[in-house]
């Protein structure tokens, strides 16, 4: 079965960090293009940050310089570490695997930045 699976959200308070990972199954983690998205209320969703299949990385303005997305291959896994985080960055995360016109998502996980 192909599926991707996030996990590591939660509630931090501002300034803070979490690091997020999606699981990847069913399909050649490898050759994908892995990004997470996000998604907060009443608002479209998201590019967050991207890593291409050779690693070559991509972020939002709003997130460069705090967020680091990374794949470990041999996991199949790809991570989202989020620092010095803010209100803003309140959101579902997504994590997407895409290669040619075929993608997969996940689920979601709820990340909370409060006090």
């Known amino acids: 079965q192909v599926q991707v699976v996030e996990s590591g959200g939660g509630l931090v308070q501002p300034g803070g960090s979490l690091r997020l990972s999606c699981a990847a199954s069913g399909f050649t983690f490898s050759a994908y293009a892995m990004s997470w998205y996000r998604q907060a209320p009443g608002k479209e969703r998201d590019l967050v940050a991207g890593?291409?299949?050779?690693?070559?990385?991509n972020y939002a303005d709003s997130v460069k310089g705090r967020f680091t997305i990374s794949r470990d291959n041999d996991r199949n896994t790809v991570y989202l570490q989020m620092n010095s985080l803010k209100p803003e960055d309140t959101a579902v995360y997504y994590c997407?695997?895409?290669?040619?016109?075929?993608?997969?998502w996940g689920q979601g996980t709820q990340v909370t930045v409060s006090s």
């Open positions: 890593i291409r299949a050779g690693g070559t990385t």
């Open positions: 997407n695997a895409r290669q040619f016109n075929y993608a997969v």
